[in-house]
């Protein structure tokens, strides 16, 4: 009992001290650095939040206005504008508080895997790494997004436990996660629950039968009732489009043509259509087809996960970024260490695994810009947090126990 309460007393202090950085460096960005500073660091989707005053001013005089791209965020953003009042700030504490929070469920996730000690390394890790801090003291949508795959993670594990009547509870709560991760990044909703519902499929036991069956089903019908269309934006083609399909089956609405060669004709448009800036990634590549496709995942990965290169560097951004790099790489490589060394849990890890795998291949393929795809990476980074703590707290107990001979 007294261990359970240190430990908490722990996790609750990293907390403080994580929102505490977060808060004033949202206070710094605001109030210290110059408009010209602000303007070299910050991605241009945090520059402007006047969609967000366009929907609030048409609450208040009750005027309708056309949908456009990210409307569900920047509704989010106009209702905190609504109750605090206008001010950019607000929103960007706001998300610095969600952006701490996210600690909490990192460190639940490592526990229930791994053990404590890997819980204490993934969060600190988590609450200190550079990038996520920054992306959680911005006026974007990505921590939000994060929030909503990080907590919705933490409640599946619990429900791998026996049955119990919690179950009905977090089985009902996690519907508004899925429900706002759906709106705020249709794909990366569809990425996650079928992943889940593969995780169940794939922990099924004799005892077990019954309750994973349920769950699964139960995730399904969520998605067939919540898919959009696969052609809306850059989504999840026929990833989207078989939900779809089975929800027409059912009713009157139109019926997706599964095409695999159109997903990725599709994709390849898109993917020129991102790569603008000055950060471009392999613009005239062409992914239109599941061969060509095939053929640059390997380089589009590379790009993803490890740009950008400390020898590529120009920008300012770019150079500040490299201690963090550098940082990246070994914890990368110690996440394929504890991958391996941890490889007969597959089926426990199988959740975080599955959707990193899944996440890094749509992303790999899609990105055309060095900036995004460095910003698309903080989805991926705390589950490769918990992989690396898994894989340094076995090497350190390896070098304890050789010095202990």
């Given amino acids: 009992m007294l261990e359970k309460i240190n430990n908490t007393r722990w996790v609750v202090f990293v907390f403080v001290i994580a929102l505490v950085i977060r808060i004033c460096a949202a206070l710094a960005v605001q109030y210290v650095l110059s408009d010209e500073m602000r303007y070299m660091i910050e991605p241009p989707d945090a520059r402007c939040d006047n969609r967000a005053l366009v929907i609030l001013n048409s609450w208040r005089d009750g005027a309708k206005i056309e949908k456009a791209s990210n409307d569900e965020y920047h509704s989010y953003v106009a209702f905190i504008y609504s109750v605090f009042g206008y001010s950019p700030v607000i929103a960007e504490v706001i998300n610095s508080l969600f952006g701490a929070l996210i600690l909490f469920f990192i460190y639940g996730i490592a526990k229930y895997l791994f053990d404590e000690r890997v819980a204490r390394l993934s969060s600190i890790l988590y609450a200190f790494f550079p990038s996520l801090i920054f992306w959680s003291i911005l006026n974007l949508r990505d921590i939000m997004v994060l929030f909503a795959v990080i907590a919705s993670i933490w409640l599946i594990l619990n429900l791998q436990r026996p049955f119990r009547l919690l179950h009905l509870f977090v089985l009902v709560s996690i519907l508004p996660l899925l429900y706002g991760l759906n709106l705020l990044r249709h794909y990366i909703f569809i990425f996650l629950i079928y992943t889940v519902i593969l995780h169940f499929i794939v922990n099924i036991r004799r005892l077990s039968f019954v309750k994973n069956s349920i769950y699964a089903v139960y995730f399904f019908i969520f998605l067939c009732i919540s898919a959009q269309s696969p052609y809306k934006n850059l989504e999840a083609g026929i990833l989207s489009s078989i939900p779809v399909y089975v ?67 120009e920008s300012l951004q770019q150079k500040i970024a490299i201690p963090e790099t550098l940082l990246w790489y070994a914890l990368f490589i110690f996440a394929l260490y504890g991958l391996y060394i941890y490889r007969t849990k597959w089926r426990a890890i199988f959740l975080i695994i599955f959707f990193v795998a899944m996440v890094s291949i749509g992303y790999s393929l899609a990105e055309g810009n060095f900036g995004t795809a460095f910003r698309h990476r903080a989805v991926i980074l705390p589950f490769a947090f918990i992989m690396a703590s898994a894989g340094i707290i076995n090497m350190l107990s390896l070098i304890n126990n050789r010095r202990g001979r």
């Fill in 247 to 313: 929800r027409s089956l059912f009713t009157k609405t139109e019926r997706p043509v599964l095409n695999v060669y159109r997903d990725f004709e599709h994709l390849n448009e898109c993917r020129r259509d991102l790569a603008t800036g000055r950060l471009i990634i392999a613009k005239d590549v062409d992914i239109s087809t599941p061969l060509l496709a095939l053929r640059y995942l390997p380089k589009g990965m590379s790009y993803f996960l490890f740009a950008p290169f400390p020898w590529m560097t």
